[in-house]
């Protein structure tokens, strides 16, 4: 028979030890952006494209797996073999790997609206940065794909005044009309210098 544990032992102990400080987890993307701001630089807007971004950049991959599928399915006549089943496996598999690696490109973007630039982060393990001073920027393009407008998405290019600097492209973003109202207003009040 065992005795039981007072448990004001283990009280005390736990009371006596000092609180462990937690750091917090901060992301490779998170530190590439702090490192790209300047100390008075303020983020004024930052976003991700749409979520339809997954869908998107897969169409051809899923538009192909589905003809297959649809082949298969003529092809077998309502018999599927074990050869035909193992092709619909792989064919599957293939897609649901795709829509993950365009997930990642998806979790990898984020666009930053500062008030000093504008600026664009891609990539997980190498953050690739492409930034344009506001007082730079001489054209502001909207672009929208017909399949863009059913989903109210659409991508923005910001193109430097000089050839010195690379446009920055925000691809696939939500509600793109008030997006551009607010790029606009943010360039022209940093080109006036208020």
Same mark, same amino acid.
């Given at each position: 028979?065992?005795?039981?544990?007072?448990?004001?032992?283990?009280?005390?102990?736990?009371?006596?030890?000092?609180?462990?400080?937690?750091?917090?987890?901060?992301?490779?993307?998170?530190?590439?952006?702090?490192?790209?701001?300047?100390?008075?630089?303020?983020?004024?807007?930052?976003?991700?494209?749409?979520?339809?971004?997954?869908?998107?950049?897969?169409?051809?991959?899923?538009?192909?797996?589905?003809?297959?599928?649809?082949?298969?399915?003529?092809?077998?006549?309502?018999?599927?073999?074990?050869?035909?089943?193992?092709?619909?496996?792989?064919?599957?598999?293939?897609?649901?790997?795709?829509?993950?690696?365009? %997930?990642?490109?998806?979790?990898?973007?984020?666009?930053?609206? %500062?008030?000093?630039?504008?600026?664009?982060?891609?990539?997980?393990?190498?953050?690739?940065?492409?930034?344009?001073?506001?007082?730079?920027?001489?054209?502001?393009?909207?672009? %929208?794909?017909?399949?863009?407008?059913?989903?109210?998405?659409?991508?923005?290019?910001?193109?430097?005044?000089?050839?010195?600097?690379?446009?920055? %492209?925000?691809?696939?973003?939500?509600?793109?009309?008030?997006?551009?109202?607010?790029?606009?207003?943010?360039?022209?009040?940093?080109?006036?210098?208020?």
């Amino acid at each position: 028979m065992s005795k039981p544990i007072r448990s004001d032992r283990f009280d005390a102990a736990v009371a006596e030890a000092p609180p462990l400080a937690e750091a917090p987890a901060v992301s490779r993307k998170r530190v590439a952006v702090e490192a790209a701001l300047g100390g008075d630089e303020i983020i004024q807007l930052s976003i991700r494209p749409s979520p339809w971004f997954v869908a998107i950049v897969s169409m051809k991959w899923i538009v192909s797996i589905a003809i297959l599928l649809v082949a298969s399915a003529i092809a077998a006549r309502g018999g599927w073999g074990r050869g035909g089943l193992i092709g619909v496996q792989i064919l599957v598999v293939v897609l649901i790997v795709r829509l993950g690696i365009a %997930t990642l490109q998806w979790a990898s973007r984020t666009y930053v609206l %500062t008030n000093r630039r504008v600026m664009r982060f891609k990539g997980l393990i190498n953050v690739h940065v492409v930034d344009c001073p506001l007082a730079r920027i001489a054209q502001i393009d909207q672009h %929208t794909e017909w399949y863009h407008r059913p989903l109210r998405i659409g991508s923005i290019r910001m193109a430097p005044a000089s050839d010195r600097g690379r446009p920055v %492209t925000w691809e696939h973003v939500a509600n793109p009309d008030e997006l551009h109202d607010t790029l606009v207003k943010a360039i022209r009040r940093s080109q006036s210098g208020d």
